[in-house]
């Protein structure tokens, strides 16, 4: 019993803690989960706010296809390597309408095409010039976010004007070519109603060489394809956490060929409008690292959980003890054959005990109890003693107590506010006694008694009336047996 009651102590808490702990831990992923959430919710966003400057590029240069040339007198140009490359001469662009209110802009491109583009005489030039005036445009979009790393516009007649000016100035010849054997260019093509989407790769991105998603759109003119215009959109940058997060969201690409990985956390398949995204985001999963996370973050919680769990062990330990000693105070105060009050258990339960207007001590005894271990066995006998308790127990009432001192005497203890009461409780329980007694001897058995009555006022001192209804148990055990003496 000591091995489960000592196991007790030490399980009970724990389950409590561990209880405790599962609340913290789910406690702490809600709030991964929360912060998952957001961190999705602001890439869509961003995504979508690039899509938004697509369609305003997409819009410019479609509907603004017949701009004013620029004049080279605002321009440096050179032809260096068979390529003509054309930037402004100064980085801060003034507006030309309310220059004196208005703040200068810092504008960073280049254009980048084929040699003849630097001779005002050649057909090409003019072409060239319509678009540059609308360069500044290509610089103001690129600086508006931080995940815009360039903003271009690629021409089918072989230039390109981008933003930054980092992007193209070391363009070659042959990367001028290859342009168009990218998949971006393929893709605007092949759905000119959508903003394309490819990456993200270090090799996808169009000119920069990051980690980038291309997003493109197709330029008409009078039904004539022009060319395309792209942004792109550095993932690291994109991806970059602003919440508390311990892990990296990542993009890629969809491949149904391809199960997810068990670090794949939270996968969502991006959905912005206007834009064909064939990509999920995930959180990468780090069991380490977010143990750590989790038990730096929540180190107070934990060691409250840990504290209360030493408290509910000390708790449950001074609980048992005090449960062990009522236990075996009960167990002392009892008769282990009947599980009845033995004269120790009496004697306690006597002490303060509030009487009524009567209280009497009664004493039965089996008549002729030894003929009966002797004709029947020690077995029959013990069987005897035990329904004699049971029978005695189930007719006494609330207020009265019964106790077996020792072999076959019980002693019993009985109040009411009239004398004739006791006398009826003591009737009633000889006689279910006796009725009854042949369930377990076939002629069945007879007690006899000695109950003493006193009123309350001349006390309750449980040895004189003990004595008194012992002597009166001795009458009617000699003058004829089975009866009661009062």
Request: charged letters at 25%.
């Given at each position: 019993?000591?091995?489960?009651?000592?196991?007790?102590?030490?399980?009970?808490?724990?389950?409590?803690?561990?209880?405790?702990?599962?609340?913290?831990?789910?406690?702490?992923?809600?709030v991964?989960?929360?912060?998952?959430?957001?961190?999705?919710?602001?890439?869509e966003?961003?995504?979508?706010?690039?899509?938004?400057?697509?369609?305003?590029?997409?819009?410019?240069?479609?509907?603004y296809?017949?701009?004013?040339?620029?004049?080279?007198?605002?321009?440096?140009?050179?032809?260096?390597?068979?390529?003509?490359?054309?930037?402004?001469?100064?980085s801060?662009?003034?507006?030309?309408?309310?220059?004196?209110?208005?703040?200068?802009?810092?504008v960073?491109?280049?254009?980048?095409?084929?040699?003849?583009?630097?001779?005002?005489?050649?057909?090409?030039?003019?072409?060239?010039?319509?678009?540059?005036?609308?360069?500044?445009?290509?610089?103001?979009?690129?600086?508006?976010?931080?995940?815009?790393?360039?903003?271009?516009?690629?021409?089918?007649?072989?230039?390109?004007?981008?933003?930054?000016?980092?992007m193209?100035?070391?363009?070659?010849?042959?990367?001028?070519?290859?342009?168009k054997?990218?998949?971006?260019?393929?893709?605007?093509?092949?759905?000119?109603?959508l903003v394309?989407?490819?990456?993200?790769?270090?090799?996808?991105?169009?000119?920069?060489?990051?980690?980038?998603?291309?997003?493109?759109?197709?330029?008409?003119?009078?039904?004539?394809?022009?060319?395309?215009?792209?942004?792109?959109?550095?993932?690291?940058?994109?991806?970059?956490?602003?919440?508390?997060?311990?892990?990296?969201?990542?993009?890629?690409?969809?491949?149904?060929d391809?199960?997810?990985?068990?670090?794949?956390?939270?996968?969502?398949?991006?959905?912005?409008?206007?834009a064909?995204?064939?990509?999920?985001?995930?959180?990468?999963w780090?069991?380490i690292?977010?143990?750590?996370?989790?038990?730096?973050?929540r180190?107070?919680?934990?060691?409250?959980?840990?504290?209360?769990?030493?408290?509910?062990?000390?708790?449950?330990?001074?609980?048992?003890?005090?449960?062990?000693?009522?236990?075996?105070?009960?167990?002392?105060?009892?008769?282990?054959?009947?599980?009845?009050?033995?004269?120790?258990?009496m004697?306690?339960?006597?002490?303060?005990?509030?009487?009524n207007?009567?209280?009497?001590?009664?004493?039965?005894?089996?008549?002729?109890?030894?003929?009966?271990?002797?004709?029947?066995?020690?077995?029959?006998?013990?069987?005897?003693?035990?329904?004699?308790?049971?029978?005695?127990?189930?007719?006494?009432?609330?207020?009265?107590?019964?106790?077996?001192?020792?072999?076959?005497?019980?002693?019993?203890?009985?109040?009411?506010?009239?004398?004739?009461?006791?006398?009826?409780v003591?009737?009633?329980?000889?006689?279910?006694?006796?009725?009854?007694?042949t369930?377990?001897?076939?002629?069945?058995?007879?007690?006899?008694?000695?109950?003493?009555?006193?009123?309350?006022?001349?006390?309750?001192?449980?040895?004189?009336?003990?004595?008194?209804?012992?002597?009166?148990?001795?009458?009617?055990?000699?003058?004829?047996?089975?009866?009661?003496?009062?």
């Open positions: 019993m000591k091995k489960r009651e000592h196991a007790k102590i030490i399980l009970l808490p724990l389950a409590i803690a561990l209880m405790l702990l599962a609340s913290v831990a789910y406690s702490y992923l809600k991964v989960n929360t912060d998952i959430d957001e961190e999705y919710t602001r890439i966003r961003q995504l979508g706010h690039a899509v938004k400057m697509m369609v305003a590029l997409d819009y410019s240069f479609t509907n296809f017949e701009s004013t040339p620029a004049s080279l007198l605002g321009f440096q140009h050179e032809v260096f390597d068979g390529l003509c490359k054309m930037w402004p001469k100064i801060l662009a003034p507006t030309d309408i309310k220059s004196h209110a208005t703040f200068p802009i810092e960073s491109y280049m254009m980048v095409g084929e040699a003849e583009l630097c001779d005002e005489s050649h057909p090409a030039y003019l072409r060239m010039t319509r678009k540059m005036s609308l360069a500044p445009i290509v610089s103001f979009l690129n600086d508006l976010d931080e995940y815009i790393v360039g903003v271009h516009y690629i021409a089918d007649g072989g230039y390109v004007i981008s933003s930054p000016d980092v193209v100035k070391e363009l070659t010849k042959s990367n001028l070519v290859t342009l054997l990218r998949p971006f260019w393929h893709l605007a093509l092949e759905q000119p109603d394309t989407v490819t990456g993200p790769s270090n090799q996808m991105g169009l000119l920069s060489k990051s980690n980038t998603f291309t997003l493109a759109a197709p330029i008409f003119h009078q039904k004539q394809f022009q060319g395309v215009v792209a942004i792109d959109v550095g993932v690291d940058k994109l991806t970059e956490k602003t919440t508390r997060l311990v892990g990296k969201i990542s993009v890629e690409k969809i491949d149904k391809k199960p997810l990985a068990s670090y794949q956390y939270r996968p969502k398949v991006l959905n912005v409008g206007y064909q995204f064939n990509h999920r985001v995930y959180y990468h780090d069991w690292a977010e143990a750590r996370h989790f038990f730096y973050d180190q107070t919680s934990l060691y409250a959980v840990l504290l209360a769990y030493f408290m509910s062990v000390i708790g449950m330990f001074f609980l048992n003890i005090r449960v062990e000693k009522t236990y075996y105070a009960d167990l002392a105060a009892r008769d282990p054959m009947t599980g009845l009050l033995n004269r120790r258990g004697e306690e339960f006597l002490q303060g005990k509030q009487h207007q009567y209280l009497a001590i009664a004493v039965l005894d089996i008549d002729n109890f030894k003929s009966i271990n002797d004709s029947f066995g020690h077995d029959v006998g013990d069987q005897v003693i035990r329904y004699i308790g049971e029978q005695i127990e189930s007719h006494l009432r609330d207020t009265d107590a019964v106790a077996r001192f020792g072999g076959e005497e019980f002693v019993l203890y009985v109040t009411a506010s009239e004398e004739p009461i006791i006398e009826n003591m009737y009633r329980v000889k006689d279910a006694i006796v009725q009854d007694s369930r377990l001897i076939d002629q069945g058995f007879t007690v006899s008694g000695g109950v003493h009555i006193v009123r309350r006022e001349e006390g309750d001192d449980f040895n004189k009336l003990f004595k008194a209804a012992d002597e009166k148990l001795y009458v009617a055990k000699t003058s004829g047996k089975d009866k009661l003496v009062f």
